[in-house]
């Protein structure tokens, strides 16, 4: 059995154990499976020109989409129309990471068994349709699924709220591996056509950039909530030029030159986050930010004049923006432009209604996160741009100098300081909210990272922990475990309340319920086993351990710790033959931005030691290592289940919060983790008897940093040399690139801009492996081991992105829920 075919059979699981799926309610009228055919057949007609019999499965994948779609469209209006009345919130984010919406969408529409039936009457099997599709390349990592996770919950809670972002043709980029090495490939996942993003046309925007106007398509993305006939909206921009080319260039046989404008505009829209190491590079980055957001909002003050009028003066009472990281933080002179220049707003009445339109959430301190523009790059994108953003900076540096503030301090918290915009400080200063996203990560920023802005604006600060869907990434992912959920509660009402899971932990020492869910994870990881064979020709142990870390390759990610413990583990096994750990498969997924050089090394080392291993016969069944190519959310749906252990190991005080390690804890893996993140309130869920911490703590580690030497663990930490020493003496071959040679002198002796080991790799290193060695013998006393992870699903209720929307909706954004 496939995948997607157990997936559909736990939902009928889901169903059949007791009362209707509470999503079958939502239709206006009972959806047959003779109505579903008649319109699939219909579709197929009209898209393809052939009768079903000729139509291929993308045809009827295409078909069944475009049919689910037609189901929605009224209550989509409706909901459109009764939102328009209410105050709203709009989420404007660069990425947002959907994953596949058919099998979502039948769902959580409660019409999964009469789809099977209709293509069953064609001669086709759903599983086989569901896997036509590609997914939506529109987001990378953490930040797009978090997003992605927020909408869901927003429609599941009837809440008016619109996302906004771009239709990325390319998205990111497609990963492959070749000779151990990242290639990066364009994502086309929309050439074939996606029947569940609808064009605008008549509903385009101009935007205007002093070199060139772009009109801005919008693409409609409907979200389905669970139980609710609500649809709500996730728009995305596609940029068109303005002119479509040069008709006398072309005419004169110049045809190159003649397009040259119509490639600058795709250019917009062509990939996610364009390298950005050169100065056009960044001009380009600006650029797609200007567009999506610009688009954004005069959309959505074109849609409150039409239900208000054209006074502006009340934009906030009805209308509030979340600001996702600082991608889209030029929404505030934007604005600002907007009120003054086109809606003749004084200065002073235009500011406050900024400020009580925007909120900020604060993802990392990385200080890439918190981007810098060259102030070139403003003035020769859009100069009225920058001539807000200074009337902004004076207003703020008046206001600072009437309060006493001294003058150092004034230039530090300056948005235009060292050539740059500072576009955190912008967002600070222009939101009436300032939020983290873990407890510990609130704390570092008012304590350190925005310390000084929190003594000034204490009140615009807050926490609000990140959360993650239970319907795609318990219910849907896992529909076994799911089933056994609502057989023992009695109902299936945990879904929507996650919450409900704690009344179950009194099961944990029930040993039929125990020996049930070790059997589920078994098959899961079985599952998981035989699809990676299939479709990667890799071989796994399914009886093994599955250790995995999946999700975006940086530095303080610290993968690079965990190959080396892979490493080790392997010279560890070599030494001794007996070694009493059991079967382990450690298992990585990531991708490396296309310009982050030493990324794409620990990717390339990640390689070379699965190499190692799986060309030593003495490491079969004992040792594997695998690296999953491309990874994205389909593949993250089959994993998340068939997880053992979730390496949550970045640097103590770098990870804002993180999701994945909340997926993994629905799910039943156990958290081997350094006290950081979400990690710290997972912690505090579950008890230190059932999570795993290591390391250096996130108070310590200035302190700690201040007198550390890698040279000292390179040299004293037994395996550690031996280990890193391969990267430089020829057992690994990087093929000339000089990239392992780099990496090791990063470790040991670091680089002219920053120390050896910046990311304290070695110096945790010593604390990881004896851990995780812990962990490893625990995991051999089977009953033992799933009583721990039964504790991390019944506590993991804390961590669903209903409650998270919830308190955003509550405390920021100030919305009441709108039922159709």
């Avoid at 009764?82 to 994953?99: H, N, V």
């Avoid at 921009?237 to 260039?249: G, I, R, V, Y």
């Avoid at 920058?386 to 206001?399: H, L, T």
């Avoid at 893996?669 to 912690?683: F, Q, S």
Wanted: one cysteine or more; proline letters at 3%; aromatic letters at 12%.
């Amino acid at each position: 059995m496939s995948e997607t075919d157990k997936i559909i059979v736990g939902v009928n699981l889901l169903c059949e154990g007791g009362r209707r799926d509470l999503a079958s309610t939502i239709m206006a009228k009972k959806v047959t499976a003779k109505m579903l055919t008649d319109r699939i057949d219909a579709h197929v007609r009209a898209e393809t020109g052939f009768t079903s019999e000729k139509a291929t499965a993308r045809d009827f994948w295409t078909a069944l989409s475009k049919s689910v779609v037609e189901l929605i469209s009224d209550n989509w209006e409706e909901t459109r129309v009764a939102y328009s009345k209410e105050r709203q919130a709009y989420y404007l984010s660069a990425e947002f990471l959907e994953g596949r919406s058919l099998l979502n969408n039948l769902v959580n529409l409660g019409i999964y068994n009469e789809a099977k039936e209709a293509l069953a009457s064609f001669g086709y099997n759903l599983t086989d349709i569901l896997e036509e599709e590609t997914d939506p390349a529109l987001g990378n990592g953490g930040l797009g699924r978090l997003a992605a996770c927020f909408l869901d919950s927003c429609a599941t809670l009837n809440l008016p709220v619109t996302g906004y972002g771009i239709m990325y043709r390319y998205g990111l980029f497609r990963q492959s591996i070749e000779n151990g090495f990242q290639k990066e490939h364009p994502d086309s996942w929309m050439e074939r056509g996606y029947p569940f993003t609808l064009q605008r046309f008549q509903e385009r925007v101009k935007v205007h950039y002093n070199d060139m106007d772009v009109w801005a398509v919008p693409c409609d993305l409907p979200i389905t909530g669970y139980g609710t006939k609500n649809i709500n909206l996730l728009r995305l921009w596609k940029a068109e030029p303005a002119e479509e080319f040069d008709f006398n260039l072309f005419n004169s046989q110049r045809f190159d030159d003649a397009v040259i404008q119509r490639n600058r505009v795709n250019d917009i829209w062509r990939v996610l986050y364009p390298n950005d190491t050169s100065y056009d590079g960044k001009v380009l980055r600006l650029r797609q930010q200007y567009f999506f957001v610009s688009a954004s909002l005069q959309d959505i003050v074109r849609r409150y004049k039409e239900v208000h009028g054209d006074d502006l003066r009340d934009f906030a009472k009805y209308n509030t923006i979340q600001l996702n990281d600082t991608h889209p933080v030029i929404g505030i002179p934007e604005l600002m432009r907007i009120l003054v220049d086109e809606n003749g707003i004084r200065w002073e009445d235009a500011w406050e209604i900024v400020k009580e339109t925007f909120a900020y959430t604060n993802h990392t301190i990385m200080a890439e996160a918190l981007e810098k523009w060259d102030i070139s790059i403003f003035r020769y994108l859009f100069p009225r741009i920058f001539e807000v953003v200074e009337g902004i900076n004076n207003q703020f540096r008046a206001q600072m100098y009437e309060a006493g503030v001294y003058s150092e301090l004034i230039d530090r918290m300056s948005m235009l300081a060292d050539g740059k915009v500072q576009m955190a400080w912008l967002a600070i200063y222009g939101s009436h909210s300032v939020n983290g996203v873990a407890a510990l990560h609130t704390e570092i920023l008012k304590n350190d990272t925005l310390k000084e802005w929190y003594n000034i604006y204490p009140e615009k600060f807050s926490n609000k922990t990140n959360g993650v869907t239970p319907r795609r990434w318990l219910r849907m992912c896992n529909p076994e475990l799911s089933a056994l959920f609502t057989e023992l509660l009695g109902n299936d009402k945990w879904i929507t309340h996650l919450e409900d899971l704690k009344k179950l932990e009194k099961y944990k020492d029930d040993k039929d319920v125990m020996k049930r869910l070790i059997a589920i994870k078994k098959a899961n990881k079985k599952s998981y086993a035989d699809f990676l064979k299939n479709t990667s020709g890799i071989e796994i142990n399914p009886d093994s351990v599955f250790d995995v870390q999946i999700k975006r390759l940086h530095e303080y990610k610290r993968q690079l710790l965990n190959a080396l413990y892979a490493l080790n583990l392997y010279d560890r096994i070599k030494e001794d033959s007996n070694l009493a750990l059991p079967p382990v498969t450690i298992i990585f997924g990531a991708k490396a931005a296309p310009g982050y050089f030493r990324a794409k090394a620990i990717i390339k080392f990640i390689n070379e030691i699965a190499k190692l291993i799986d060309n030593d016969p003495d490491m079969k069944g004992r040792l594997k290592v695998v690296f999953i190519e491309n990874y994205n959310v389909s593949n993250g749906e089959r994993l998340f289940p068939a997880s053992d252990i979730s390496e949550q190991i970045s640097t103590a005080g770098l990870e804002a919060s993180g999701t994945g390690n909340m997926k993994f804890m629905m799910n039943g893996a156990l958290t081997l983790g350094t006290l950081d993140g979400a990690n710290v309130e997972i912690a505090e869920a579950v008890g230190n008897d059932n999570i795993y911490i290591f390391g250096c703590r996130a108070g310590d580690m200035a302190a700690t940093k201040a007198y550390y030497n890698p040279k000292w663990q390179y040299e004293n930490i037994p395996g550690l040399k031996k280990a890193l020493d391969r990267l430089i003496d020829g057992s690994f071959n990087d093929e000339g690139t000089g990239m392992f040679r780099d990496l090791y002198n990063g470790i040991i002796y670091g680089d002219n801009w920053q120390p050896g080991d910046p990311y304290y790799v070695l110096g945790d290193f010593d604390d990881y492996r004896k851990t995780r060695d812990r962990i490893y013998m625990d995991y051999k006393s089977e009953m033992k081991w799933a009583k721990k992870a039964w504790i991390n699903i019944c506590n993991s209720g804390r961590f669903s992105s209903d409650r998270t929307i919830s308190e955003y909706a509550d405390d920021i954004w100030k919305i009441k829920a709108c039922k159709i």
